[in-house]
């Protein structure tokens, strides 16, 4: 009794997760974390507007959700300015990048990021067998014409951009980015990651013109909506390429209760005025409390800040796990210089409390180790 | 400006939906259904005691979902007699289906199943460049010795059997699976499509043995426990076998609220037993007045009932298309000689109603067509 053998290709890959879920660890430590601060969630949740439509659509369960995605389509179309053919929804982010690298690249073929960017994109670029080649941040920011230089030297068919940047909070405004865009090799698709958009400084979007088939955007319901358990995200761009994705999605993957989740969220934009003050106090609280503890936080678009412990990324992963120890969950990046850093998401005022209570004690513990 | 060129493999893919869904159709007709009876979903709903879950589960949507499932796949693994490593959740069967596909089947390797089985299947097999060997349906039923030999002479790589099956509702009973399994040539992995395995008389599904890891079975939340619109299906086979789907899948694909759903779902077994009590006097019903208007009902092993309509596709297709414009939302299957049917879910009472009010009009203007 034999099973085949996977693909070639399949066989190389490790049985790995990007990111192991808070869930996991508390299941090893044997106790809830008291603030969850570690992947970028918003704690403030979503509206109670779309908590209201998740519960009137819960008899509807039962039928499957449209598999085009009709209604959120239009009303994000309208939004962006666009035609609903030039936007797939998808299973988050993480699902449209899956179908995005699938589409464009074969095994051997080059895909340009920085090093210590989103390793979900890297897990699917090196899934369809992708050459990943990666380019340095430069003071904490992803560094675009590294990133040109290296599609051009490379023949990269994707380069990955997430703006405003995730682990670091870094961002470029909107100008430097279509600087960019006007300098793309032919035949190089930029995958341009905008989940934190919402939080981002005005000028900080570039313009959007889908007119460019070299850029896809990326964005979520995940980070200002409060929507990460429901997963949606969705990517616009050139009609053309949107239409590929019609050829690789799971058509029928898309929850409806999800759906009706994410066109509610949609109808109740003041509740994402107020999200983004809250996130706003959050960022100077956590910065506060970073330089109370003679540690460095960084500047941020996002809804977290970036803390520079000061010393080698050995010792952010020990500040991290004597976080954990004191019950918060935060996370790090993986990638030097980056990982001298700790991540922390914006969150409530205990979770803060928390935060603040733990971070002096879990200093001690790290330089003590 | 040019954007990359697709891969060759997916530049020879059609932008394709393996269905369209009804609310495209209600979009193009202008209006909705009164009878949503094609897509086997269930129309009785999941349990109130789910909906209460989902409802509950709301203000946490803004935290992403296990990436493992741990508890819901806990859960089933107790319900199987198998362990939690033995069982992979993904985004509805459709999904997994992606997955195992990608996991084992290379451009140009063979892939068996019937012609006329799931059209999903086939969507991903081209979708990875498999080369799909199809044998046909002997009386209405997959047939196993078929499949078996075809297999082996093209050294398949996988071969797809849904017992029961959609969409003719036979089954084969759980000894000659056994059967067949047993007979299976070394390097070929059984995919056991058992979404419907609720519906079947005893003795359907075969006896659960992980140990062999040519089979793969996959089972889902979508029919009996009413919940196709939350997207939870799962597969278990041989530890080895599942461990693969951890290289490819997307982790953080699951739903929270989903999974929250499934998990309430199965702590509420006297809901599916009501279900399958509605499921058989619907089917009892659906046969009466197939027959009343001189029509021949099939077996039926699942939620629905496929109506042999006595001539061919095309008149098979005008009757399904008179049901639609007299409000009734039915399917039908692909390939000859099953596309002489139509095939009709089980329905409530109001439902069922429109159907037999609108059948012998429908049968009338295909007939006049």
């Known amino acids: 009794m034999k099973a085949p053998s996977e693909t070639p290709l399949c066989q190389s890959l490790p049985a790995t997760v990007p990111f192991v879920g808070p869930e996991a660890l508390e299941r090893c430590r ?13 704690v403030f949740g979503p509206s109670p507007q779309v908590i209201e439509a998740i519960r009137a659509a819960a008899p509807e369960a039962w039928m499957y959700g449209d598999p085009e995605s009709h209604d959120l389509r239009a009303a994000l179309a309208r939004r962006l300015g666009i035609a609903p ?21 074969e095994p051997g073929d080059a895909v340009v990021t920085s090093d210590g960017a989103y390793p979900t994109f890297n897990y699917h670029v090196a899934g369809f067998g992708g050459r990943l080649v990666k380019v340095p941040y430069v003071d904490d920011h992803e560094d675009p014409q590294a990133l040109l230089d290296a599609a051009r030297s490379e023949r990269a ?122 996130v706003e106090a959050a ?22 800040v970036t803390i520079d412990c000061g010393r080698d990324g050995a010792f952010a992963r020990a500040v991290l796990e004597a976080l954990a120890d004191r019950d918060v969950f935060v996370r790090m990046p993986f990638a030097s210089p980056g990982n001298r850093c700790i991540r922390v998401s914006a969150g409530r005022t205990p979770d803060l409390d928390r935060l603040e209570g733990a971070l002096p004690d879990a200093l001690k513990a790290a330089q003590a180790g």
């Open 157 to 278: 068919k994707l380069i990955y951009l997430a703006n405003p940047d995730n682990p670091m909070g870094s961002w470029h405004d909107g100008a430097r980015i279509e600087e960019m865009i006007a300098a793309l090799p032919d035949e190089c698709l930029l995958v341009l990651d905008e989940a934190y958009a919402e939080f981002a400084p005005k000028g900080t979007m570039a313009r959007i013109d889908v007119a460019d088939p070299r850029v896809i955007r990326m964005r979520t319901f995940s980070k200002a909506h409060g929507l990460a358990g429901m997963r949606v995200g969705y990517a616009f761009g050139h009609a053309e390429v949107i239409r590929g994705f019609e050829k690789v999605r799971n058509h029928f993957g898309m929850s409806r209760i999800s759906q009706a989740a994410a066109l509610a969220a949609l109808g109740d934009e003041g509740w994402i005025g107020e999200v983004r003050i809250e």
């Open 85 to 105: 053919d030039e936007i797939v929804v998808g299973e988050g982010i993480d699902g449209l990048l899956g179908y995005a690298v699938r589409l464009y690249v």
């Open 30 to 42: 044997g106790k809830r974390f008291a603030a969850r601060l570690g992947a970028n969630e918003s």
């Open 283 to 304: 960022r100077a609280r956590i910065a506060a409390i970073a330089r109370d503890n003679g540690l460095t936080p960084l500047p941020s678009a996002t809804n977290f």
